[in-house]
C-alpha cells in the first residue's frame, strides 16, 4: 500500500478526529496510488496515523477510513460499518425511515444513504466510494434485505471529484414514490424528482418541538371553556365565544401558522397533527406544493391547510406592506377610496421559517447575512403579538453566533424583543464527530417575539 507523508508544520487535525487531509497538508508520496486507492497516512516522523482513499484530482486529497490498518474496503468492511449504523439508529429512531450513514459521522466519508422503509436511496459523492458501488450495495443487501436501492449522486460536488452527476436504480424495485412515517404523520416521499434523497430527516425532532406552540391560542379569539347546561338539564364544560355561544369547531384553540420553504410541507404536518387552527402552506416550487398537498390530504388536513405558490421573500414583503397599508389607513395616512388589493397585511401566531442554504460557499456568507436577515425581519414582523418565530439555518458557513447575530439586528431594525425558548441542531440520525466543524451545519431556534411598544 502507498503512503501519504504529512507535513511537520501541519495542524493536528487528523489527530483530532477529521477526516480530511488537504492537498496542502502533504508532504510527499511513496508509491504510486492509482485514483481511488487507499493508502496508509503517516505523520513526518513515518509514524501510522490512519488508512484513507486517495484522489489527487481534489483538493481534499485523502479521506480517512480507519484509524487501524486495513487492506480493502470490501463487502465485509462496509457490512461491519452498515452494523454499526443501524445499531446507532435502532437505539435512537422508532421509525424504519433516517439518515441509516451519515457520511464522515459514520466513518463513511463520501457516502449518504437514507433509509424509506424497505427502500434505499443512496449519495456516492466522492470517487473513492463511486469506485466501489458494487461492494457498497451488496454490503446493504446483506444488512438491511432492501426491496429497492436507488442512486441520487446528482450532485455539483461530484464533479470537484472528477465525476459526472449521475442517478437511477441500483438494486430491485424503486417505485418513485415511497410512503414513510415520521413523528406519527404519513409521508409521501418523491425519490426520483424531490431535493436531494427526496426528503430531510434531519429536522425530525425539531418539527416534534413545535407542539407546544400550537395550542393556547383561544382566548386570543375571544373563546374561553365555560359551563353550558344542554337541554336535558346536564352540565358540561365546552368551549364558548364572547357572546356566550358553543364553539363546535374542535381545533379552536389552535395557533394560525405560516410555513415558508416547505418543501414537502413536513412543518405543516406535524403543526396539524399539534393543533392547530389553519395553515399557510408557502413555496415557489409547483412540484413541492403538490408534494405538499398529496402529504396533507394523506393525513386527512384538508380542511386547515391554504397552499400558496410565490417566493417567500416576495411574498413576506408583501404582507408586512399591507400591514404598512392598513394602519395608514386606520390612521387616516392613506386614501381609503381605493380598496386595498385582498389577501395581503395578514398575521400569524407563528411564522416557520426552514430555507434552502444561502451559503453554500465561504465568499458566499455576506450575502447570505443579508438573506437571512431579510426573511427574518419580515417573518418576525408577522408575528402576532407573543407569537413565535421558528427559524433555521443549514448553511454550514453561517456559524452560530453569526447566524443569532444576524436575527438580532433584524429584530433591532423591526422593533422586536425576541426571547429564545429553543436552539438545536440537526437530529439523532445526525450525529456530529467532535472537530469535524462541517458536521455542525444545522441550527434551529423558536423566539417568542414582543414588540417594545408593548413592554
Given amino acids: 500500500m502507498a503512503s501519504v507523508i504529512l507535513q511537520r508544520s501541519r495542524k493536528k487535525r487528523l489527530e483530532q478526529g477529521h477526516p480530511w487531509i488537504f492537498k496542502n497538508e502533504i508532504e510527499q508520496i ?5 485514483p481511488g486507492d487507499l493508502v496508509q497516512v503517516l505523520n513526518h516522523q513515518r509514524r501510522f496515523l490512519a488508512v484513507g482513499y486517495y484522489n489527487p484530482a481534489s483538493q481534499i486529497t485523502v479521506r480517512v477510513v480507519s484509524y487501524q490498518p486495513i487492506e480493502q474496503m470490501d463487502r465485509t468492511f462496509f457490512a461491519a460499518r452498515f452494523r454499526e449504523c443501524l445499531k ?13 450513514v451519515y457520511g464522515e459521522a459514520d466513518f463513511l466519508p463520501g457516502l449518504v444513504v437514507d433509509r424509506f422503509g424497505d427502500v434505499l436511496v443512496v449519495q456516492l459523492l466522492t ?7 458494487q461492494e457498497i450495495v451488496d454490503a446493504l443487501v446483506e444488512v438491511l434485505h432492501p426491496k429497492g436501492i436507488y442512486e441520487r449522486s446528482d450532485v455539483g460536488i461530484r464533479e470537484m471529484e472528477g465525476l459526472e452527476q449521475t442517478k437511477g436504480p441500483l438494486y430491485g424495485e424503486c417505485p418513485r414514490h415511497v410512503t414513510i412515517t415520521e413523528n406519527g404523520l404519513l409521508l ?16 425530525r425532532e425539531n418539527r416534534a418541538s413545535i407542539a407546544p406552540l400550537m395550542t393556547g391560542w383561544g382566548e386570543r379569539s375571544g373563546i374561553a371553556l365555560g359551563e353550558l347546561t344542554d337541554e336535558n338539564g346536564e352540565r358540561r364544560i365546552a368551549p364558548m365565544n364572547r357572546n356566550g355561544k358553543e364553539v363546535t369547531f374542535p381545533y379552536w384553540d389552535g395557533a394560525t401558522v405560516l410555513e415558508c420553504f416547505s418543501h414537502t410541507g413536513s412543518f405543516t404536518l406535524h403543526a396539524c397533527k399539534y393543533g392547530a387552527k389553519k395553515v399557510t402552506c408557502l413555496d415557489i416550487s409547483e412540484h413541492a406544493i403538490e408534494s405538499a ?5 394523506l393525513n386527512g388536513f384538508e380542511d386547515r391547510v391554504e397552499f400558496v405558490v410565490a417566493d417567500a421573500f416576495d411574498y ?17 395616512r392613506a386614501d381609503t377610496s381605493v380598496p386595498m388589493p385582498a389577501g395581503i397585511g395578514r398575521t400569524w401566531d407563528v411564522v416557520i421559517l426552514d430555507p434552502p442554504a444561502f451559503a453554500k460557499t465561504k465568499s458566499a456568507v455576506k450575502g447570505a447575512c443579508r438573506g437571512y436577515k431579510d426573511i427574518n425581519l419580515h417573518g418576525m414582523k408577522l408575528v402576532n403579538e407573543g407569537g413565535y418565530l421558528v427559524t433555521a439555518s443549514c448553511s454550514y458557513h453561517m456559524r452560530p453566533d453569526l447566524f443569532l447575530e444576524t436575527i438580532a439586528d433584524a429584530a433591532a431594525d423591526a422593533g422586536k424583543i425576541l426571547r429564545l425558548i429553543e436552539w ?26 414582543r414588540s417594545k411598544t408593548t413592554l
Fill in 88 to 100: 446507532h439508529r435502532s437505539r435512537f429512531v422508532q421509525e424504519d425511515a433516517y439518515r441509516f
Fill in 127 to 133: 470517487l473513492g466510494m463511486d469506485k466501489r458501488r
Fill in 293 to 297: 398537498k398529496a402529504n396533507v390530504q
Fill in 30 to 34: 511513496e508509491g504510486e496510488p492509482a
Fill in 188 to 203: 409521501s416521499i418523491d425519490i426520483v424528482e424531490g431535493q436531494k434523497t427526496g426528503y430531510f430527516f434531519d429536522q
Fill in 424 to 449: 438545536r441542531a440537526a437530529g439523532k440520525d445526525h450525529p456530529q464527530i467532535l472537530g469535524v466543524e462541517e458536521g455542525h451545519y444545522l441550527k434551529f431556534a423558536i423566539f417568542e417575539v
Fill in 316 to 332: 413576506l414583503r408583501s404582507q408586512v406592506k399591507g400591514q404598512d397599508e392598513r394602519k395608514a389607513r386606520a390612521e387616516g
